[in-house]
């Protein structure tokens, strides 16, 4: 499953808001620095999407606008 999700690193709250199927928002309290915030959101999808972390690929580290690939469901 491939999921477009925007993402606001160094927010006060921890936020993930469904938009459509595919297309998520996601507000993480982590800074954008040291991948933290790439970890926040690995771990804030698994939780969501109740798999592992490690089924979660993040293709663009770099960009607030992520392209997420997950390996189940």
Do not use: F
């Amino acid at each position: 499953m491939i999921l477009k999700i925007k993402v606001k690193p160094g927010s006060k709250k921890e936020i993930l808001e469904k938009l459509s199927d595919t297309e998520y928002k996601a507000e993480l309290k982590e800074p954008p620095e040291n991948n933290k915030a790439n970890i926040a959101l690995t771990n804030l999808l698994a939780r969501h999407l109740k798999i592992p972390p490690k089924s979660i690929r993040i293709k663009n580290p770099k960009s607030r606008n992520k392209i997420v690939e997950t390996t189940q469901q």
